[in-house]
């Protein structure tokens, strides 16, 4: 199993270090100068390298749940990244998202975890799909898709409370579970529409909601066309482009270089691709160099430990 988070969190944090320096640039640009390695400095002005706030906030996620689920101490940890730099590539925070910290200060100023998430419509930015990613190793035993969706809804609710935000971070959930199953995956991906599709059989959920996920859950998205993938920060938008750059790749490269350079929200189309690309192909199938040049690379190696350690 240890292979297998270790493999999920360098995937996670090489392909947001690679989106980092391109980050707000657009799709055209990117066609005509892609991303084909690491790079520095450029969006953000940070060394070769460097992961952003998706990573850290992952990585914060899987501090917190070495010590078991406790979505307080979660949230918690997540404010020590805001104001020390935690889990920070270089300590420090170069980058945080409105909602993100619109939350995070209700959590400062003493209310509950299970309060302080955002929850109208336009708070469903990529924010808590981003740093999910840990969650599916300690639900990876969880045999209750009920207990399963209640803590991917506690742990997105931090910050994202909007049933969007949750329902992407299930899904994505789901998706992850199906892959580290050794499915191939293009059946991990018709086997978690069949489980959502269960899911919901008996949910009164708004049918308006739902329906927004259809490219997903309905129909195969990675038959869409480019010019059909949104890429910006909206989290349908995260969550589609990262099926979509994972289903129609063939290794881990092409997959983050892919997400990288459909432009915009460069660095988390990445990450949550990277994420799963990563858990697909295993750590030993993503470029060497790059492993080698991820910032904090032994410290991450050492948390992959600890969580294998304490899940188990």
Wanted: glycine content about 8%; charged content about 25%.
């Amino acid at each position: 199993m240890k292979n297998k988070i270790e493999s999920g969190l360098f995937g996670m944090a090489i392909g947001d270090a690679l989106g980092v320096p391109v980050e707000f640039k657009s799709r055209i640009s990117l066609k005509e100068n892609p991303v084909t390695d690491m790079m520095g400095y450029m969006s953000w002005n940070q060394p070769p390298g460097t992961f952003s706030d998706d990573s850290s906030l992952a990585f914060c996620t899987a501090e917190s749940l070495c010590k078991g689920f406790d979505i307080q101490d979660m949230a918690v940890t997540f404010v020590k990244w805001m104001q020390e730099g935690y889990w920070g590539a270089h300590h420090k925070v170069f980058d945080i998202g409105g909602t993100t910290k619109h939350s995070l200060a209700r959590i400062v100023k003493g209310d509950s975890a299970r309060d302080s998430g955002n929850f109208f419509d336009e708070d469903n930015g990529n924010g808590s799909l981003m740093r999910i990613l840990p969650l599916v190793f300690y639900l990876q035993n969880e045999k209750d898709i009920e207990v399963v969706y209640k803590k991917v809804k506690a742990v997105s609710s931090i910050t994202h409370a909007h049933f969007r935000s949750v329902f992407a971070c299930f899904i994505y959930v789901i998706f992850c579970l199906e892959i580290l199953k050794e499915k191939n995956k293009k059946e991990a991906y018709t086997e978690t529409q069949n489980i959502l599709a269960e899911f919901l059989k008996d949910k009164e959920y708004n049918p308006k909601e739902i329906h927004l996920f259809d490219r997903i859950l309905q129909n195969d998205i990675s038959k869409y066309p480019e010019n059909e993938i949104g890429s910006s920060g909206y989290v349908l938008h995260s969550l589609e482009a990262s099926f979509w750059c994972f289903l129609n790749s063939e290794t881990y490269e092409e997959t983050v270089l892919k997400a990288v350079n459909l432009g915009g929200d460069t660095d988390t189309t990445a990450a949550i691709a990277g994420g799963l690309a990563g858990i697909y192909y295993g750590i030993e199938n993503i470029p060497e160099k790059w492993i080698e040049n991820l910032v904090r690379a032994n410290d991450i190696k050492d948390l992959a430990e600890r969580l294998s350690k304490n899940i188990n």
